[in-house]
């Protein structure tokens, strides 16, 4: 038989994403309105209506390309960050800065860092370029640093390290991201992943743009899918100096975050309210399924995104066999199989009575 393509990209294992409502409706015979989606870690207030507005204006001129350059979204991403526009990579989600990292950085048969139960991009951006995955076993769900440091090779391009981390919720202190930052070698560059910054209380903040600024080897990535409401948009960005972002710019596509996007980013970013609201709603929502699962003596990992990682039984079925039944009475959660945690599940937070029929229904199958 003909294949095609090299042996590397044969064997990506597809990403295998939350299922869509209108397929759980579909395959079990359920009503839309009735399903609760915690599936992809989606920002449950629905999106800003700034961001409508914004695109509502953007509509008439759709016909046209959008700016290639984004002038008008690096402008609010300068004046709201205090960072020169040519350190500034969009993407089509933080996704397209992952995947333009290692591109632009990673020859086959190379090395890239990252930990075990770290994002699941990873390892595809690591594969779709041939390049060979250096996994370093997490420590209680979370990157171990000091053996991720470790295990850089001479070979070794890039380092991945997601703060907070999808999907354990794990997170990693500023100054021991900065002593890793320190003994990484200048020619190995480093994407810190902060996807889930906006929710970090103010006492887990830390200054990553800085040492953007005293690291000529650190991208760091952001994105307008979770706390700011635009997953369906697509559009991330990545900061690091003029050298790094200078290449990823060089092969993106020129026109990869669309009019649209751009419009919506600009006032979502400027919309402090909303972003506040969904910080807070989170945190209630937090504490609503984490006393449940204490009330029901059910494992989980403290989250620092806005979703908990939780045992669904001790056995290696249990993840897949919760997951079904949960299904079954219209609630949509994530097996997380796939990053080897057979036994566990991911729930996104959502809204108040969302969580309460996650809860209710779980109690249910386990009942
Ligand atoms: C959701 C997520 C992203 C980005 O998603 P995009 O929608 O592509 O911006 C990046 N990293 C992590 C760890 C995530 O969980």
Do not use: C
């Not at 992943?193 to 743009?209: F, S």
């Not at 751009?262 to 402090?272: N, P, T």
């Not at 949509?332 to 996650?358: C, D, K, M, T």
């Amino acid at each position: 038989m003909t294949t095609f393509g090299p042996d590397y990209v044969r064997a990506i294992a597809p990403y295998q994403g939350g299922k869509p409502i209108s397929e759980v409706a579909r395959e079990f015979g359920l009503d839309e309105a009735a399903i609760v989606k915690l599936a992809s870690n989606e920002n449950p207030l629905g999106m800003p209506a700034s961001a409508k507005a914004a695109m509502q204006q953007a509509f008439g001129e759709l016909a046209r390309y959008p700016d290639a350059n984004g002038f008008d979204l690096k402008a609010a991403i300068v004046a709201k960050f205090d960072v020169p526009a040519d350190w500034i990579t969009l993407g089509n989600g933080s996704n397209d800065i992952l995947e333009l990292a290692a591109r632009a950085l990673v020859k086959a048969g190379e090395s890239v860092v990252y930990s075990q139960y770290s994002f699941a991009v990873y390892p595809l951006a690591t594969q779709a370029v041939g390049a060979r995955a250096i996994v370093v076993p997490a420590t209680d769900f979370g990157h171990d640093l000091d053996a991720m440091a470790a295990a850089i090779a001479a070979d070794t391009k890039l380092v991945f390290v997601a703060n907070p981390n999808n999907p354990t919720g794990t997170f990693i202190d500023g100054e021991r991201i900065a002593a890793f930052l320190a003994k990484v070698l200048p020619q190995v560059v480093v994407v810190l992943d902060e996807a889930y910054t906006e929710y970090l209380p103010a006492d887990k903040r830390y200054d990553a743009l800085g040492w953007v600024r005293s690291h000529p080897n650190l991208i760091v990535s952001r994105t307008f899918s979770k706390a700011y409401g635009l997953a369906g948009l697509r559009v991330g960005f990545g900061i690091a100096q003029p050298a790094l972002t200078d290449l990823l710019n060089r092969i993106r596509q020129p026109f990869n975050v669309n009019s649209l996007a751009q419009a919506a980013a600009v006032a979502a970013l400027g919309d402090e309210d909303y972003l506040r609201r969904s910080a807070d709603l989170n945190a209630d929502g937090y504490r609503q399924i984490t006393a449940a699962f204490g009330a029901m003596d059910i494992e989980f990992v403290p989250s620092y995104g806005n979703f908990v990682l939780f045992r669904a039984g001790s056995d290696d079925a249990a993840g897949a066999r919760v997951n079904l039944a949960l299904l079954r009475r219209g609630i949509i959660v994530r097996p997380v199989g796939n990053y080897g945690l057979p036994q566990w599940l991911r729930v996104s937070i959502g809204l108040p009575h969302e969580n309460a029929a996650f809860i209710d229904a779980l109690k249910a199958v386990l009942a």
